[in-house]
């Protein structure tokens, strides 16, 4: 998903949240503490990663996954209709939540 969305911008996960899509440019690991530095177009992050944090990879899936109780990220676009259509879909794996 390289250069989707990329940046560092307000999200609506909660108040105050932000979301950073950047590619990885140096990790470290020192005294228990993760840092990533990450860079963008447009701008780079020095991002402090807590131990609590759950660290995800995003991958190709099967449908079968997509059922009733999946805990899923949905992105959509509207149509002039006012339907909507799914561009792509993050489903929960294994107790897993979708990261966002």
Not at 10 to 34: C, F, H, Q, Y
Not at 57 to 68: A, C, I, M, N
């Amino acid at each position: 998903m390289r250069g989707l969305g990329e940046g560092h911008y307000p999200w609506d996960l909660e108040p105050g949240s932000n979301m950073t899509n950047a590619t990885i440019d140096a990790t470290v690991i020192k005294g228990g503490s993760r840092t990533l530095k990450v860079s963008y177009k447009g701008g780079t992050q020095t991002i402090v990663v807590p131990k609590a944090a759950a660290v995800v990879t995003l991958g190709p899936g099967e449908r079968s996954l997509v059922k009733p109780g999946a805990f899923v990220l949905v992105s959509a676009t509207k149509g002039a209709d006012g339907s909507l259509t799914a561009a792509r879909i993050a489903v929960g794996k294994d107790g897993s939540q979708p990261p966002m």
